[in-house]
């Protein structure tokens, strides 16, 4: 799961925010800066909190060349929170919950018509929510963190994490996306990579393994 670091705005420490060292943010892949992200979209998931999530609106979009085939049904959105727990002898821990859940591609053009001007002849837009038979368990997650509200005073992370798989086809190797979220609904939807190619988000290896050459035919 990706975490990116970014500087919360100031907040109640019970809140479920992005903090100093794990941002909640959605990527597709491992970035190894925050400056990765546009600087408008972290100004706006500084507000990002677990009180006000509403999992059933999320989405997550990802624009690609028609080179790039991503594999639907591997797609999966990891959600965790956690917080800093004081121990009786006066040191801390972390206590974590953590879930992994599918991802259901939406084809409708409700769906897409608020990434209609990212479409082109030379993109393909791909959007997904959360699978509904999934929602019943971070809804339980989410009652359980929001439970912790008033027990302390500790730390409070909010991550999400999304992570693609698929093939590139033969021909010109245009691997650069551009993913975006929207967390509310409704809601515009925010870059969180912009361009980027994926040989630069992902080892040489790993990017290999994700992306292999698809079947000829």
């Known amino acids: 799961m990706l975490h990116l670091p970014a500087s919360p705005a100031p907040r109640r420490r019970s809140a479920f925010r992005p903090a100093a060292a794990a941002a909640a943010a ?29 999992p059933a609106a999320l989405r997550a979009a990802v624009v690609h060349a028609p080179a790039l085939q991503l594999d639907s049904n591997a797609l999966q959105l990891t959600v965790s929170v956690s917080r800093t727990v004081r121990q009786p002898n006066g040191s801390t821990a972390t206590e974590r919950l ?11 053009t409700a769906e897409r018509s608020p990434l209609a001007g990212y479409d082109g002849p030379q993109a393909v837009v791909q959007v997904w929510r959360i ?7 971070l809804q339980a997650l989410r009652t ?12 409070r992370e909010l991550g999400l994490g999304l ?38 988000l992902l080892p040489a290896e790993a990017l290999k393994k994700r992306f292999p050459d698809c079947p000829a035919g």
């Open 144 to 155: 359980t963190a929001l439970a912790w509200k008033g027990t302390d005073d500790g730390k």
């Open 163 to 200: 992570e693609l798989a698929g093939c590139l086809h033969s021909g010109p190797r245009n691997r650069v996306v551009t993913t975006l979220i929207r967390f509310a609904a409704p809601g515009d939807y925010l870059p969180i990579v912009r361009n980027r190619d994926l040989a630069e």
């Open 26 to 54: 959605l990527a597709t892949l491992a970035l190894a800066a925050c400056g990765s992200i546009p600087v408008s979209s972290l100004w706006q998931l500084r507000r990002l909190n677990l009180e006000t999530l509403d």
């Open 98 to 108: 953590e879930e992994t859940l599918p991802l259901q591609e939406l084809h409708s």
């Open 131 to 137: 699978d509904p038979a999934a929602l019943p368990r």
